[in-house]
């Protein structure tokens, strides 16, 4: 652990960036259900998946997934805002 994560000033900074992402990551519960619902609907008028729902969807399952490993202190690195939107591993889009 380095001296900046003992400090109690950055203890207190990390908790209030932690409540931050709490919310984001209880608001977004309502965006995984739109997506849900969007694409339930795309699939039972086209008959499949729209492919850029499928993507957006990854990479925000991604950005959930970054939320909970800073909340967990698995990583210090800050999610979306404070770092870039989550890309695909494979192409890196």
């Known amino acids: 652990m380095s001296e ?8 207190l ?3 209030l960036y932690m409540i931050l992402f709490y919310l984001i ?8 259900i739109g997506i849900g619902v969007l694409q339930f609907a795309v699939r039972l008028l086209s008959g499949g998946p ?12 991604r950005y959930l997934m970054q939320i909970v490993q800073y909340i967990s202190m698995q990583t210090n690195i800050k999610p979306y805002p ?4 989550p890309q695909d591993a494979e192409n890196g889009r």
Request: hydrophobic fraction near 35%.
């Open 82 to 85: 404070f770092s870039e939107w």
């Open 50 to 61: 729209q492919p850029e729902l499928q993507r957006f969807g990854l990479r925000f399952g």
């Open 25 to 32: 990551f209880t608001l977004t519960s309502y965006v995984l």
């Open 13 to 15: 900074l990390t908790a």
């Open 4 to 11: 900046d994560d003992q400090n109690p000033d950055s203890l």
